[in-house]
């Protein structure tokens, strides 16, 4: 699906990455020449369940938060006309709990060192994979209007590392004309409640900070544009930690017209 107005925005040139060492995976990945490279979370045969069944096929999708870029590379391989893969530009943009004790050691560039290293993770599977995939680096809060319109945006296991889930949801559906698929840890309750995941003696977690309630997606999505069609949980393998752990997707229709 073509863009007219792609030009216009920065697109990320490919990078050639050939060697494991110089990548940090976030995905278990089957890949030509290295066959099984395991990593945080094993979504292999799973994609479906995982986007809550939506039709791909001839679709325009934005994949926000790719890491390795499995759920990408999966849309394209179900059919999707066009995908754009989204991470963050810098590691400075990742909003992280306030520990004082970390105040003094936190090094946005030490760190960015890293998130290049899943960048590099996310380039080489992309050129194994004979991927076609866009890649675009922003501010997820901010996305440029200009990247888009897409039919279907793909949030998965984004919005709970965020200081402001809502903020965040508010731009991606400004680029999506049709589908938004969330997914994410959830409360099973109407009400408008969120449970906050830090906890002060706990700095090793100071990267998820909210668990929110079927009541409260509800009612954000209705404030967008959009009305919840499905909430799904689903089992998935961490494979880091050789165990299932449950997630929840969200699959939310437009009901209003684009802005
Ligand atoms: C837990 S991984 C999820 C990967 C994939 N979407 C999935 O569902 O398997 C979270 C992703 O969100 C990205 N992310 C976290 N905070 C972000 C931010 N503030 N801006 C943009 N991306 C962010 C990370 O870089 C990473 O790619």
Redesign the pocket.
């Known amino acids: 699906m073509s863009n007219d107005n792609q030009e216009e925005i920065a697109l990320v040139e490919p990078r050639f990455v050939d060697s494991l060492d110089d990548c940090f995976f976030?995905?278990t990945m089957t890949l030509p020449q290295f066959g099984e490279v395991h990593a945080?979370?094993d979504?292999r045969g799973r994609f479906n369940e995982?986007i809550g069944g939506v039709n791909l096929e001839g679709k325009s999708v934005i994949?926000?938060?790719?890491?390795?870029g499995?759920?990408s590379f999966e849309a394209e391989k179900t059919g999707a006309a066009r995908v754009l893969s989204?991470?963050?530009?810098h590691a400075s943009?990742?909003?992280f709990l306030p520990f004082i004790e970390k105040f003094a050691t936190r090094d946005p560039e030490k760190h960015n060192l890293e998130?290049e290293r899943?960048k590099n993770a996310y380039w080489l599977c992309h050129r194994l994979l004979g991927s076609k995939a866009e890649v675009f680096y922003?501010?997820?809060?901010n996305l440029p209007q200009e990247l888009g319109p897409f039919d279907v945006a793909?949030?998965?296991?984004?919005l709970e590392?965020?200081n402001d889930q809502i903020t965040?949801l508010a731009s991606i559906s400004r680029l999506t004309r049709e589908t938004i698929v969330v997914?994410t840890p959830l409360l099973e309750s109407e009400d408008r409640i969120a449970h906050f995941e830090g906890s002060s003696d706990r700095p090793e977690n100071d990267?998820t900070w909210w668990t929110y309630s079927a009541g409260i997606y509800r009612e954000v999505f209705r404030m967008l544009g959009f009305e919840i069609k499905s909430i799904s949980p689903g089992e998935y393998f961490y494979d880091y930690g050789q165990r299932f752990e449950k997630r929840y997707t969200i699959v939310a229709n437009r009901v209003s017209e684009m802005p």
């Open positions: 976030y995905h945080h979370w979504l995982y994949d926000v938060g790719t890491a390795t499995f759920l989204f991470d963050m530009a943009q990742q909003t998130v899943w922003g501010d997820i809060f793909i949030i998965g296991s984004v590392h965020l965040a997914v990267f």
